[in-house]
């Protein structure tokens, strides 16, 4: 769970600041490409203030769930009219085995110290047959203030983070690094941030119309060209991975 100003900083910015905004197109097109009924039934977990929400309502699926663990983000999602958010933790979900045709982790099992056991439950109450989108943060060298903010137990490797997904029971499928174009960059800022310490909630509050209009271009041409290139590196790793149509 992450600090309630960084829920308070997320939710001003997420409908238009150009990492959420980038995310919700990347994590569209790769869910479009699945060729999903509206009607199936997908679950959010970890919906904090609510962009992924937004996204699948953009999309037009009709039957989402969410779940997270603050109040305060279910606050924010209900106050922007994003959809029914439950309360619950990722290591016990409260669904039946086999629930759900698509579960979006993004951004999320960094958060708890068994990611293992989470991946077991995602898992769980994925259909056979059914996907996952799974993000992380990528790199320990990119550690910052909003790993302090938002409560980060890790951040992976693309082989650590497939590895953990297999042993779960779940087929890794298309995994790639994102944001690489802005790696060096955003280590440099978070060096600077750490050495000089400003009076910041959320690294997020490092915005203004112009720097999010560049970035938002040089950032849709990152998400766009990283499945196709598979750099070395990125600030994240994505993994699209399927629970086995035979599994029982």
Known sequence: MMDIATYEAEAKVEATHWWFKGRRRLFGREIGKLQLDPGASILDVGTSTGTNLRMLKSLGFRNVTGLDSSPEAIRYCAEKDLGTVQQGDICNLPF??????LILATDIIEHVDEDATALLE???ALRPGGHILIT????????GLQDDVSHHKRRYRKQSLNTAISIAGLTPQKSYYFNFVLFG???LAR??????RPN???ENELNNPAINAVLTTIFEIDCRVAPLIHAPFGVSALTLAQRPASAS
Do not use: E
């Not at 992380?136 to 550690?143: D, E, G, H, N, R």
């Not at 060096?191 to 000089?196: E, Q, V």
């Open 96 to 101: 039946p085995d086999a629930t759900f045709d």
């Open 122 to 124: 995602l898992s769980r």
């Open 136 to 143: 992380v943060p990528a790199f320990q060298s990119l550690w």
């Open 185 to 187: 960059p955003i280590w």
């Open 191 to 196: 060096r600077l941030i750490r050495a000089t």
């Open 200 to 202: 910041l909630k959320s």
